[in-house]
């Protein structure tokens, strides 16, 4: 028997049932999209978080209020106010006897509050920093500078702005010189940063930075700080540093046993080490949870495989009293069922590339930095998982059909 001629009976006889068979392919169709979907975004939703800590710098050391084991968050990434970190600590670890690779560093603290400029008004977030914030992290001046140290410790009004804050802010008029209000007090505009995107959750080009005292003392009324980055001399001494800073802030809490630490110490490496393991774990979750729906699809066709059988009982007879054996009678089922997965297969992947070509515009258009990431990996994978689960959920209905006697089958009416 040729191989062409089960492959035409499988398209006839899914030609003569179109509706039937559409709704059998849509659900392969649904499935195969879903893990497609899922896997380009989290592909790139990866790559996007990646790309940001590495952005930042590779050579940082960050630490934040308290303690945590290396797998875990420390309590204040989660939104819990901790006021352990002050500048002092920040000061001692910048000593170079403390810690020999340290070449700078920027304390941090964070809050929101209206901004205004004449009639232009908007809820935002603000940074206090450290002076020396520029030489920690990327960033490069568009226009004006940034404040001094003098600046910091005298509680100057002054702010550098994101590039989206100066244009929502001030609209077409140049924002250097100008006086706006946060919180009600008055800050002169004296830099404006070039663009930098996204970071995580927040837009960086949309902040307002002020002096790290500034922001402390008079709109937040705080004496602890919410974080701290020290940049080190190279990525080499990025072990020795990190364990450098954990004793220099172990000394200054006066803490004896490791468990007891009330701060948590990253370094990018580990950042992005954690980020990746963490972000892969989800991403393959989530394509397992795709994949039930490519269950859901294969129960279907195994639905109308064994319709299928129960309606060609008469034609199953006349092939095997022709000479057709049962060999021949499961190739012609399991190819059935194999065409409208494969078939549903390929549609889902161009519908899976087409949607998530679609949301890295509408995510772009969003002002992150996303690209659209399509793996052949996974590509293949589908198309291969298509093929799979019309074998498995077609043998059942194949073998069924195969036990059927020539002799039951013709006097079935």
Do not use: C
Not at 43 to 58: D, K
Not at 315 to 322: D, Q
Request: charged letters at 15%.
């Amino acid at each position: 028997m040729k191989l062409s001629s089960p492959i035409k009976i499988s398209y006839n006889n899914l030609l003569a049932a179109k509706f039937r068979s559409f709704l059998t392919i849509l659900g392969i169709i649904i499935g195969i999209a879903s893990v497609i979907i899922v896997m380009a975004i989290g592909a790139s939703a990866q790559q996007l978080i990646l790309s940001q800590v590495s952005g930042i710098g590779s050579n940082l050391v960050s630490v934040l209020p308290g303690g945590s084991d290396e797998k875990g968050p420390p309590a204040s990434a989660l939104g819990i106010v901790v006021t352990t970190l002050k500048e002092t600590d920040l000061e001692a670890i910048l000593q170079k006897r403390n810690v020999p690779n340290a070449v700078s560093g920027s304390a941090y603290v964070s809050g929101v509050g209206l901004m205004k400029y004449r009639s232009n008004s908007a809820e935002s977030s603000f940074q206090g920093v450290s002076a020396s914030f520029p030489n920690v992290e990327s960033v490069i001046l568009k226009s004006g500078r940034f404040f001094t140290n003098e600046e910091e410790s005298g509680l100057a009004r002054v702010a550098v702005l994101g590039p989206g804050r100066a244009v929502q802010l001030f609209g077409n008029e140049d924002p250097m010189g100008k006086v706006f209000s946060i919180k009600d007090t008055n800050f002169t505009v004296i830099g404006i940063f070039e663009e930098r995107g996204s970071s995580g959750f927040t837009n960086t080009d949309d902040l307002a930075y002020i002096p790290l005292e500034t922001a402390q003392k008079i709109l937040l009324g705080i004496s602890h700080i919410n974080s701290m980055r020290i940049k080190i001399d190279s990525p080499a001494n990025m072990e020795r540093a990190t364990a450098d800073v954990k004793y220099v802030l172990r000394t200054q809490h006066k803490i004896k046993n490791v468990t007891d630490e009330d701060f948590s110490v990253r370094n990018t490496a580990q950042a992005i080490s954690t980020i990746t393991n963490i972000t892969n774990v989800l991403k393959y979750f989530l394509t397992g949870i795709a994949g039930i729906s490519l269950l859901v699809g294969g129960i279907g066709i195994m639905n109308i495989m064994l319709i299928s059988v129960n309606q060609r009982i008469r034609e199953i007879g006349l092939r095997k009293a022709v000479g057709a054996r049962a060999r021949h009678i499961i190739a012609q089922f399991l190819i059935e069922a194999v065409f409208l997965t494969l078939i549903g297969g390929l549609a889902g992947i161009v519908f899976g590339i087409a949607l998530s070509f679609l949301a890295s515009v509408v995510i772009n258009a969003l002002g992150y930095k996303w690209e659209f990431i399509i793996s052949l990996t996974s590509i293949g994978v589908a198309t291969s998982v298509a093929i799979l689960i019309g074998v498995i959920f077609g043998l059942y209905p194949a073998r069924k059909a195969s036990r059927i006697s020539p002799m039951e089958a013709l006097r079935y009416e």
